[in-house]
């Protein structure tokens, strides 16, 4: 096909080019109607682009048109047998894709650090979660790869899993075997979903973890956002046959228009189709940009006391199959900072806005689109961090009180499962104090986020261990999904007497 093509920005402007008098929503008629106070800042063109249904745009929803045209594209530039343009994020795409595999009741293997819209898909299918824990990473403190020998033995355990569910390549750019983990799943006749919501641009450059359809997977997700040229809440999805369980295949366009919204945003949509295009086309030399960025980052930051910054090194152990060098993971332990000091400070003091914090480390998404003068201004940041340390660490301790590297908690182990996601979602809860909890079947599922990986799914019993590990974000105040308000100081809970009725 040819890739220089963008059918939907065509179409689009075709649309424009008519000058039409309009009457369809949206109700700004094209650039017409957005309030000044934003077109005095930013223009009024790109306006013109937001647009609906009509006979030269298409349907997203029953596309035959443009989009069709454009999703074909995408299709054959990924190696796909069908792709879909998602505008409700990864987020929808991966509850469809669980929600097409595994119906109520039935078993489905879910990789313990899926990001909570696995969870989402849980609870709107029904099926019944057998979880699986990636390998720790000890020297960083944060989750590795995922075993395909603990695959094969959970596989023997539950033969019917009708798929396996996972994260490759993980937001700190960790990749597990799926070659290997796409066997071991065909072998049992099940599907492989890959979350592969940061792994959209692994296919243009044979120095970055080779991408999930490559190795064999079923369904995978991407958000082209993240790391290519589209808007935020743009995704793909793409399918590729296996002989399967194909007739799950036929059930996702439907459950694409369960999950998505009947008003698809075209903006979203164009740029999707300009990111392929710009992949297609410059896809190589834009991870070429990307990775000389990184590692120019990584070799100097490696130079600074009491930084780190990790590697290819990283690779083979923890079952680490490959890592994504475009992620920067850096960490200043060695200094005394946790990763949420390192943040703080490089935010408020350097006007670096890195991606996210954990406990010991903090990372920085490296793309094509940034420049050699936003690297040195990080390495900069950090060079000034580490001399300022250590010329006058107590200044830094008075400044920055309770933000230093405390003594770090290890991921709890899988706890017991009372009910299913879905069963737990609709069944009579209490809402009681978080110090109370421990022993209490939980009706919520938390996530300190980012990165929104749940540590206690809804439906398990709370044990000492998880609720230590929780505890310890609250206690610094960290950000937490599931909750009301962000915070943890109630939790709600299934009702025992429930739980002795079922």
């Known amino acids: 096909m040819n890739q220089d093509k963008t059918p939907l920005l065509e179409a689009v402007q075709k649309l424009i080019s008519t000058k039409p008098a309009y009457f369809r929503v949206p109700g ?255 896809g190589s030399r834009m991870m070429e940009k990307a990775l000389f960025l990184a590692d120019y980052a990584r070799t100097e930051i490696r130079k600074i006391f009491g930084f780190r910054c990790m590697g290819n090194e990283v690779t083979g152990v923890s079952e680490i199959k490959a890592i994504d060098l475009t992620r920067l993971v850096i960490s200043a332990k060695e200094i005394g900072l946790t990763g949420y000091a390192l943040e703080q400070i490089l935010f408020e003091q350097y006007a670096v806005n890195m991606e996210l914090a954990d406990d010991e480390n903090v990372l920085a998404i490296v793309t094509y689109a940034n420049t050699k003068e936003d690297m040195e201004r990080l390495v900069e940041a950090c060079r000034d961090i580490s001399s300022s340390i250590a010329k006058d660490k107590k200044a830094y301790e008075k400044n920055l009180e309770g933000i230093y590297q405390k003594e770090a908690v290890s991921y709890p182990l899988l706890p017991e499962q009372v009910f299913t996601p879905r069963q737990a979602y609709f069944a009579q809860t209490s809402k009681i104090p978080w110090k109370e909890a421990i022993g209490k079947v939980s009706a919520q599922t938390i996530a300190p986020y980012p990165p929104g990986i749940p540590i206690l799914y809804s439906g398990e019993r709370i044990t000492k261990e998880i609720w230590n590990f929780l505890e310890y974000f609250r206690q610094e105040n960290r950000h937490i999904h599931g909750t009301e308000d962000g915070k943890l100081d109630y939790i709600l809970v299934i009702q025992e007497a429930y739980i002795y009725e079922q």
């Not at 009509?54 to 074909?72: N, S, V, W, Y």
């Not at 993980?170 to 592969?196: F, R, W």
């Not at 243009?204 to 973890?209: E, G, N, R």
């Open 28 to 282: 700004h008629r094209l650039e017409n109607g957005i309030d000044s106070r934003w077109t005095d800042f930013v223009g009024t063109k790109i306006f013109a682009y937001d647009v609906t249904e009509t006979p030269f745009t298409d349907d997203l929803h029953c596309p035959e048109g443009a989009i069709l045209e454009a999703q074909q594209l995408l299709a054959n530039l990924y190696g796909a047998d069908k792709s879909f343009f998602l505008v409700n994020g990864t987020t929808c795409g991966n509850e469809a894709m669980i929600l097409s595999a595994a119906l109520e009741g039935q078993e489905i293997m879910i990789a313990r650090n899926a990001h909570k819209s696995a969870l989402m898909g849980l609870i709107l299918s029904g099926a019944k979660p057998v979880s699986i824990m990636p390998e720790v990473l000890p020297q960083w403190g944060i989750q590795g790869g995922i075993s395909p020998e603990i695959i094969e033995r959970t596989f023997q355990k539950h033969p019917n899993c009708k798929a396996l569910f996972l994260v490759s390549p993980s937001y700190y750019g960790i990749a597990s075997d799926l070659q290997a983990i796409a066997e071991i799943c065909h072998a049992y006749g099940a599907l492989l979903l890959v979350d592969e919501a940061h792994g959209g641009h692994c296919y243009f450059h044979k120095l970055l973890p080779t991408g999930a359809l490559k190795c064999g997977a079923d369904i995978c997700v991407q958000s082209m956002h993240k790391v290519a040229g589209a808007l935020t809440q743009s995704s793909v999805m793409h399918i590729k046959s296996h002989g399967i369980a194909d007739d799950c295949f036929a059930s996702v366009p439907k459950n694409l228009q369960l999950l998505q919204s009947t008003s698809p945003n075209y903006l979203l949509m164009i740029s999707l189709d300009c990111a392929r295009h710009q992949l297609a086309v410059y």
